[in-house]
């Protein structure tokens, strides 16, 4: 009896140890914590990557779920009674992936692309306020001038979207 138990905690550490060696932990940089992702395909999809880009897309993938399941959980506690326990819904998860994706999207175009965002906005103001007072000659060129830089600064900020 003995040693069919022994076969079986022998069986399930060896299994374990396999499973261990299929799938890395591998934690982001300065993070104590990580989530171990195990990528299944039908192969077709990784067919063309390398063992090292299948490491690096396992890295940001895990890197990734990390942020998100940081601000599932910053959300949670948001909107949790004060003395309930935690608990992570489904809906946290979707809210937590959508803000991250539409933080890292806003952060493509970086510090040029607030200020051209501005710039334009300033520019449409001041095209309002041409407009208004058409009457006048200064009216008529503010209109057009802030029309003009309003045209350099979306493409200017097209331009930013492309590089990035």
Known sequence: MSSGTNNAVEAQAQAQAKADSASKVIAPA????????????????????????????QTQLSDFSVVVLREAQSLESRDRASGAEPDISRAHIQEAWFNA???????????????????????????GVGISHTSTTWGVWLAIGGALLGGISIAALVALKADS
């Open 101 to 127: 994706r539409r933080r890292l999207r806003r952060d493509r175009v970086g510090s040029w692309g607030v200020l051209v965002r501005s710039l334009y906005t300033v520019c449409i103001f001041v095209i």
């Open 30 to 57: 300065g993070v104590k914590e990580a989530i171990v992702l195990e990528i299944a395909s039908d192969g077709l999809i990784f067919q063309h990557l390398s063992r090292q880009a299948k490491e690096e897309l």
